[in-house]
């Protein structure tokens, strides 16, 4: 029996030419994708496509567009073996992180992958991206699927994608998992790490889509102001901030900075704090100056990316009701997405 695997196409420069007039990158259709890989019809994979109808620059990418595509996996859940989303790579981490906890007991792979240059260009990465991408998506032994979870396929690696963050504008290699094991390497075998990978779910897929989009995050720096402070603890509608600290989860500890964050947690928001390091993990009490932390009520994150992050409190804050209940399961690894 032949795979069958569906690939959506959202955009990304992996679909685009150089505009005449401007020499602009922007998004082109679908045909011109498959066209320039005619590699696609020798696949012994069943393949079947969807595009959006106006493909965009990831950066444009938001919450319901995710919804759309996570709509569009579902509606298509059963009849397939595996998905490939074509993505920009700006975002692509965070409609990663996303997914990830939009799908629940997904027990099939949903494979992100784009490109650096554009599909059309000599020396694009965006082939082999997408040819290894369709074979892990097809890919089963035993009749199940070795991949059961969302990840991003990027330059020969295999990463769990919310454990992705993208660190390179100009390396085909641009995104890192610096807290998690490569989950699969492509050379002449694809070698997958089994340990590695998310165990097989035999429940039943269950699609999320409500996600509440009313956060903020604040990046600590040396010298930042009490006005700064209190201006993103203050965002109009924002339940929950993400306080990147330094190092392992710390921060100033002037009076002020303690008593603005303290004010912020009495009227009921979350504040989850992550860190600024590209790797490591958030050990509130560790230091000094990350004790008070703990006492006042700040969510110690672990070792969440940013993006991950940014999608979990979404997704925990469109599902759960009281804070109590919001900030338990931002203390709980839902998706493999943090270190316990
Ligand atoms: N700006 C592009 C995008 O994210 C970059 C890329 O695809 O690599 O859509």
């Known amino acids: ?13 992996i679909g685009m030419m150089q505009d005449v007039k401007t020499g ?3 998004p082109f259709d679908f045909k011109h994708l498959t066209e320039q890989i005619p590699e696609l019809n020798k696949f012994d994979v069943e393949l079947s496509a969807v595009s959006f109808a106006k493909p965009i620059d990831s950066s444009d990418m938001s919450p319901a567009v995710w919804i759309e595509i996570a709509t569009t996996i579902k509606k298509n859940y059963d009849k397939h ?12 981490s965070f409609t990663a992180s996303a997914l990830s906890f939009m799908l ?19 020396r694009t990465d965006g082939k082999e991206n997408l040819i290894t991408a369709i074979e892990i998506a097809a890919t089963k032994e035993k009749g199940k699927p070795i991949v059961s979870e969302v990840c991003i396929y990027f330059e020969y690696q295999l990463y769990r994608g919310n454990r992705t963050h993208k660190y390179n504008s100009e390396h085909f290699q641009a995104f890192q998992s610096p807290n998690y094991p490569i989950l699969a390497e492509a050379g002449v075998h694809i070698k997958y790490n089994r340990a590695a990978l998310q165990k ?12 509440d989009t009313n956060i903020a995050i604040l990046k600590m720096f040396p010298g930042i102001t009490p006005n700064a402070v209190e201006a993103i603890l203050n965002t109009k509608d924002a339940k929950a901030i993400i306080l990147e600290t330094f190092g392992s989860g710390n921060a100033t500890t002037q009076p002020w900075f303690i008593e603005s964050l303290k004010k912020a947690l009495t009227k009921g928001k979350v504040i989850l704090n992550i860190t600024q ?42 599902k759960a009701s009281g804070k109590k209940e919001i900030e338990k399961l931002l203390m709980t690894d839902l998706r493999g997405e943090m270190t316990i």
């Open 1 to 13: 029996m032949r795979s069958k695997v569906l690939l959506i196409y959202t955009g990304g420069t």
């Open 24 to 26: 602009q990158l922007k």
């Open 81 to 92: 073996d595996g998905f490939v989303i074509l993505h920009g790579s700006d975002t692509m």
């Open 104 to 122: 629940e007991n997904l027990s099939k792979p949903v494979i992100l992958t784009g490109s650096q240059l554009p599909i059309g260009t000599i």
């Open 200 to 211: 097989a779910n035999t429940k039943k897929l269950s699609v999320h889509t409500k996600l």
């Open 277 to 318: 390091c590209n790797a490591g993990k958030v050990q509130q009490g560790k230091y000094a100056t990350s004790a008070a932390f703990e006492k006042i009520g700040v969510i110690g994150g672990s070792d969440l990316t940013t993006e991950a992050a940014v999608a979990k409190l979404m997704f925990v804050l469109g």
